[in-house]
Structure formats: structure tokens, C-alpha cells
């Protein structure tokens, strides 16, 4: 699944494609995706012109004068930059066409969305619910002490509560932890302030990381130039169990948390 960097490479890859250019077309040729797409997007975004391309956790926000769609890439999207007259493939469900290019979505597993909103798109249902951002200066190590204190709930579920905190994904969650030596399953309620000023510190430094590099690369991950990202290469225990942990040697763990893999070095992380 594409995950926050990702979105925002995603995001940074289109932006200067796109902002200041005019919608002439939008072409939703399945509109079956994890919601359905509104029969108002092509209507209200044709003839619009994206001032901004933004990003709000994992949704990326193309925003205009009366309105914003507000895309989302699921399990196994990806958009990409491609002529106006480059033929669709079975799996590209839109297109939104700035006269000779357009930005196209491609899902094959069809859980990305796209919606169109005319109010401030803060408000919107899927939006407004979203806690504070992982690389913003409000996320630090108090917010986290502060809204853990008498949680007993695991502290990787508690960081990937998109509620609490916008957008940290599951790998990136094991990478953080591992960084911070802290272990996947311990309560969220048992960690120290320093140890979450530490912890919001590495979280801010492997999403940075990930950026920088393009993303992670998922079998199913193309950026906004079509090309995969090249972050998997630099991970520390994601998708390494059984492998020695890079600092002690010790064989890297896999258990099941709330139905997803986590990775953690038994002897780094307590």
C-alpha cells in the first residue's frame, strides 16, 4: 500500500505538471473504485484551474477556485503523467486532461477513490477526523506522552492511529520503533516522555528518509513520473525476519498485530 511518502512523493512528482494548468476534460471510465465516483466530478472540475496540489495524510488534495478533488491510491494505485492520447489500459479508471497531458489514475485493485467537495475541504468526512500530521512541528514527543498516558493498546497500533496521528504507515511504524529501541507490542501507556521525544524524532527522520528517496518500493508503487520508489532498499527490519539485526546479529522477529506484520529485533528493542 502506498504509504505517506509515497502520497508525498506522488504529490512533489505531479505538482509542477499540473498547478496552473486548466482542467479540459475528466474522463472516469470506471467509477466502481472503493467508493463511487460522483457523476458531479467531471461536470465541476472541467474548466477549473489547479492553484495547488496538497497532500492530508495518505489524500492527495488538487485544489481549484470552487472546490477540490480529493484523491486517494488505495491498495495499489498510482498516478502518473502521460500524453492526452496515450491509449487507457484494463486498470486506468481516470483520466483528468490539461489539454495535451493528463494525469492518470491507475488501480488494479480498485480501493483508491476519488471525490469532489465544494466546501472547505478540512471538512470533508474523510478529512476532518485526521489527527496531526507526523512531520508537522505540532507532532513531537509530548503530543504523543500526553494522549498515551493510561492507554494500555500496543504502541505501534497507537502511532498508526490515523485518529492520533495522519498517515504513519506500517512499515514505517517497525522502522521507528526499531529505531528508538522501543518493542512493537509494549503499552503506549508505559513509555517514557523521552522516550517518545526520541521516538517522534526517528519517525520524522525515516518518513524524511523515504521521501528523499523516492519511496518504498511495493510491487505495486510507481511515483508521479511512473517509476518506483528506491526506499525499500534501506530498511532496517521491514520484511526481514530471520535475518541478523543490523546492530547485534540477533535474528529479526515477525508477529501479527492487528492482522499486519510487524518486525523487531528482540535484543534492541524493549
Known amino acids: 500500500m502506498p504509504e505517506l511518502p509515497e502520497v508525498e512523493t506522488t504529490c512533489r512528482g505531479i505538482a509542477p505538471h499540473i498547478t496552473g494548468q486548466r482542467v479540459s476534460r475528466v474522463i472516469v471510465r470506471n467509477p466502481h473504485l472503493?467508493?463511487?465516483?460522483?457523476?458531479?466530478?467531471?461536470?465541476?472540475?472541467?474548466?477549473q484551474t489547479i492553484h495547488s496540489v496538497t497532500r492530508r495524510a495518505k489524500y492527495l488534495l488538487l485544489n481549484t477556485d470552487t472546490g477540490t478533488a480529493i484523491l486517494h491510491l488505495?491498495?495499489?494505485?498510482?498516478?502518473?503523467?502521460i500524453t492526452a492520447t496515450e491509449p487507457p489500459g484494463k486498470h486506468d479508471h481516470v483520466d483528468i486532461v490539461f489539454g495535451r497531458s493528463s494525469l492518470r489514475l491507475t488501480d488494479p485493485r480498485r480501493f483508491g477513490s476519488v471525490h469532489w467537495t465544494r466546501r472547505p475541504v478540512m471538512q470533508h468526512r474523510l478529512i476532518r477526523p485526521l489527527g496531526c500530521e507526523p512531520l508537522s512541528e505540532e507532532f513531537n514527543g509530548d503530543y504523543l506522552y500526553l494522549r498515551s498516558r493510561q492507554r494500555r493498546v500496543a504502541v505501534k497500533q497507537f502511532i498508526m492511529n490515523s485518529h492520533l496521528v495522519a498517515g504513519i504507515g506500517n512499515i514505517y511504524a517497525s522502522e521507528a520503533l526499531y529505531m528508538a529501541g522501543i518493542h512493537p507490542k509494549r503499552a503506549a501507556g508505559k513509555i517514557s516522555r523521552n522516550k517518545y521525544r526520541l521516538l517522534a524524532e526517528v519517525i520524522k527522520e525515516v518518513l524524511n528518509d523515504a521521501i528523499g528517496q523516492g519511496g518504498t518500493t511495493l510491487r505495486d508503487f510507481v511515483n508521479g513520473e511512473g517509476k518506483p520508489g528506491y526506499f525499500r532498499q534501506h530498511l532496517n527490519v521491514y520484511g526481514k525476519a530471520g535475518e541478523p539485526c543490523i546492530s547485534c546479529r540477533v535474528p529479526i522477529r515477525e508477529i501479527r498485530q492487528g492482522q499486519r506484520s510487524s518486525f523487531y529485533c528482540p535484543k534492541c528493542q524493549k
Open 74 to 81: 488505495g491498495m495499489s494505485g498510482s498516478l502518473k503523467i
Open 34 to 47: 472503493r467508493w463511487l465516483v460522483t457523476k458531479r466530478l467531471e461536470k465541476e472540475l472541467t474548466g
